[in-house]
């Protein structure tokens, strides 16, 4: 049975709120190295911590602190501690959902650049960027986004690649079975006029911004 993975990452750090919220609602919980200091701030052991651990200035004594954590320490610095982390649970793990928290808020360049590898992942991986501002969705042919009570909400449609066969139900502007990418991106501040909202696409994929109400 595939299940839900959390995985913490070194960007600014969510709630604590966010976090607990986040952590109950998951089958594997994940550090990627600096996002291990999200869980100790909450009082919260991963169940798993990723990386090359630089981030983490007593990471020697982690062992002797947290004898129940497994550490998977990851040095090569031709990857980004998230690709490894994502490596790692393709390879060990049954997954079919992935919560990304601490990837949004802090530096743009990181967040372009975990995106951009997001993009490129098995479509079959259900993705989700959260933060406590917005989250970002990943759409693939399998992993088509239902909305469901966001009625006047305003959401962007992004994508990173070439994607086909895009078709939306629920909003004001509607995309149907178009192609998008590169030159042509069409899908920002689009507005939830429904409270059953679908996105779906053909081919490639995409990601969807939706900022969350205060």
Not at 26 to 41: E, K, N, P, T
Not at 141 to 167: D, F, N
Request: proline share 4%; hydrophobic share 40%; glycine share 8%.
């Amino acid at each position: 049975m595939k299940k839900t993975c959390l995985m913490v990452l070194a960007g600014a750090p969510p709630s604590e709120d966010l976090l607990m919220w986040r952590i109950e609602d998951s089958d594997y919980r994940i550090a990627v190295d600096g996002g291990f200091l999200s869980f100790r701030h909450a009082d919260k052991t991963p169940d798993i911590l990723i990386g090359d651990l630089d981030s983490i200035p007593d990471s020697d004594e982690l062992e002797n602190e947290y004898p129940e954590l497994k550490i998977v320490r990851l040095r090569e610095q031709n990857t980004t501690d998230f690709e490894k982390a994502l490596h790692w649970v393709a390879t060990n793990l049954e997954v079919s959902k992935l919560i990304v928290l601490g990837a949004l808020g802090k530096r743009t360049d990181h967040l372009i650049t975990n995106l951009l590898i997001a993009s490129n992942v098995d479509e079959s991986l259900n993705i989700t960027f959260d933060h406590d501002d917005e989250w970002i969705c990943r759409v693939t042919p399998s992993c088509p986004l239902t909305l469901k009570g966001r009625k006047g909400v305003t959401l962007s449609i992004l994508p990173i690649q070439l994607v086909s066969g895009i078709i939306t139900k629920g909003l004001k502007w509607e995309l149907e079975g178009e192609n998008i990418g590169g030159a042509r991106i069409i899908g920002q501040s689009n507005l939830c006029e429904s409270d059953s909202v679908e996105i779906t696409c053909q081919s490639g994929s995409l990601f969807v911004f939706l900022q969350k109400e205060k």
